[in-house]
């Protein structure tokens, strides 16, 4: 007897699909590490921090920008005109000869679109060197600049290091603070409670 074949798909189980996306997360973190230490030891002390800053801002362009993810993605675009527009932004960004080099670099392997996760992993590389602990801190409105002054202090003192703090707002914390340190979060936000009490909601 002849078998019979369906010719309906079977759907992926998600669970394989968080799985094989988190594998692709530890992939592209792997591969950010390894480019932004290399990138790292090619620099001299007075070109990490301008190197830094336009990395990370590049970074934050592609995330925001429709318009840039699509120049450097499409295959519409040389790889002339890519470079391009990195070196271009780049310059606008105060980075150093040996960065703009390196995001060419970027371009000709593919990796443009690992530059977000490269510039957190090169950002971290700086701190590292320097032994600077990067602190954000968010909240509802605006801190006054005395307040800012206060919060840093006081964190510096709690932490008996160097610390580089970034103030910011987010209108969903409705009142209170957020301290993020690295993975470390203290929240204290009406909006960070709330979440608090769902997640502990749903577990009983």
């Known amino acids: 007897m002849a078998r019979r074949f369906s010719c309906e798909r079977t759907k992926a189980s998600p669970f394989v699909k968080k799985k094989s996306e988190r594998t692709r997360i530890v992939i592209k973190t792997a591969v950010a590490r390894r480019y932004a230490q290399a990138l790292f030891e090619l620099l001299d002390a007075s070109t990490i921090e301008p190197t830094r800053a336009a990395l990370t801002g590049l970074g934050q362009a592609i995330k925001d920008s429709v318009a840039l993810r699509h120049v450097v993605a499409s295959p519409a675009f040389g790889a002339e005109v890519k470079i391009a527009v990195l070196a271009e932004l780049g310059s606008r960004m105060g980075c150093p000869s ?100 769902q997640s502990l909601l749903t577990k009983e």
């Open 98 to 197: 040996v960065g703009r080099t390196f995001l060419a670099q970027l371009v000709k392997k593919n990796r443009v679109g690992f530059l977000p996760e490269i510039a957190e992993a090169f950002a971290k590389l700086a701190d590292a060197s320097k032994g600077t602990q990067q602190i954000t801190v968010s909240s509802a409105a605006a801190i006054p600049p005395a307040e800012q002054n206060r919060i840093s202090t006081r964190l510096r003192e709690m932490l008996k290091r160097q610390i580089d703090v970034t103030f910011h707002t987010d209108a969903r914390h409705l009142a209170g603070v957020q301290i993020r340190l690295g993975s470390t979060v203290v929240d204290s936000t009406v909006h960070g409670r709330l979440q608090a009490m």
